[in-house]
């Protein structure tokens, strides 16, 4: 029996209740390939076995509580599709708050030295990295991540976009880089804490914890980064870092004790200081 698109979910209805319908949708519309309107436009488009047996799967899956993102392998981000697998932590929708502001102030760097390096530390799936290459190709971006099987899926996502612009380096954060080289570093590191019981169980159960969780209070791996990153940092480099919902006012002194300056605090959508951008004083 072959099923239209129509009684495909209509017979799954009660089925589908405790998912999100426009999960389900995605799901569908991912296998059959087609953009969401088409599934409400040709209700009776006819679904193949094999897609059907796909569709069948992709349901189990959410059941199970598998992220939507983990069931059809991508995630859209600022506007670009990236393959995600179980090794990279899903890129946030908030994390993109950083982009514009890094090409802003990366667009008045670049004007006054003609050249820009930018370091993407800990880039999982490249989210961050890739789409600042894909947005300035001038720039020169270095991807680092200690992670082997996401740098796996990281060269997948880069060999998609093809960029001349981009180096993947494996390494302990700025452990294997040299000194001075980077106009701006940015981080979005793990950051929570490992006894945090704010995590949603779907998140500690399928995202990777060498994503998530970082040693005293989710501090360790900031602590780390703040004070290698002005070693590897320019004259006057910039530090861009995400951090958790109530680390904002740890992070400063982290920085200040860095000798950081220039502080700036940025905002997402809930209102959480969620970013600190910052300009390393120290310089040797
Ligand atoms: C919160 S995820 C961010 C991934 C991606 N940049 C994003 O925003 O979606 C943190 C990333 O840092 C990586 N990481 C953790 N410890 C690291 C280390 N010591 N050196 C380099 N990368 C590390 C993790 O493997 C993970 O990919």
Redo the contacts with the bound molecule.
């Keep these: 029996m072959y099923y239209t698109i129509k009684s495909l979910l209509d017979s799954h209805s009660k089925n589908l209740i405790s998912l999100n319908k426009k999960d389900v949708e995605v799901c569908l519309c991912h296998i059959i390939n087609k953009p969401r309107t088409f599934i409400h436009l040709n209700p009776e488009y006819e679904i193949t076995k094999s897609q059907y047996k796909q569709f069948q799967g992709f349901i189990k899956l959410l059941k199970n509580g598998q992220p939507l993102a983990y069931v059809i392998g991508n995630e859209e981000f600022y506007g670009y599709e990236y393959f995600i697998n179980n090794d990279?932590?899903i890129?946030?929708s908030e994390?993109e708050i950083i982009i514009p502001e890094i090409l802003k102030y990366g667009d008045k760097i670049f004007e006054e030295n003609n050249k820009l390096t930018i370091i993407?530390?800990?880039?999982?799936?490249g989210?961050?990295g890739l789409t600042i290459a894909s947005e300035r190709p001038n720039w020169n971006i270095i991807l680092?991540?200690?992670?082997l099987k996401?740098i796996d899926l990281l060269k997948k996502n880069h060999d998609h976009y093809l960029h001349k612009n981009c180096t993947i380096i494996a390494?302990?954060?700025l452990k294997g880089i040299n000194q001075n080289i980077a106009d701006i570093i940015v981080?979005?590191?793990?950051y929570i804490d490992f006894g945090s019981k704010y995590v949603d169980k779907n998140v500690y159960k399928f995202e990777?914890h060498?994503?998530?969780f970082s040693d005293n209070k989710g501090l360790s791996?900031i602590k780390?980064l703040v004070s290698q990153a002005r070693f590897t940092l320019n004259e006057n480099g910039l530090l861009f870092l995400?951090n958790g919902f109530d680390q904002s006012d740890k992070i400063m002194d982290i920085l200040k004790e860095n000798y950081y300056e220039d502080i700036d605090i940025i905002l997402d959508y809930n209102g959480i200081k969620r970013f600190t951008i910052s300009r390393s004083s120290y310089y040797g």
């Design positions: 990279v932590l890129p946030r994390t993407d530390a800990g880039s999982g799936s989210c961050i680092i991540e200690k992670s996401s390494t302990d954060w981080s979005n590191p793990p990777p060498h994503a998530l791996d780390t995400e």
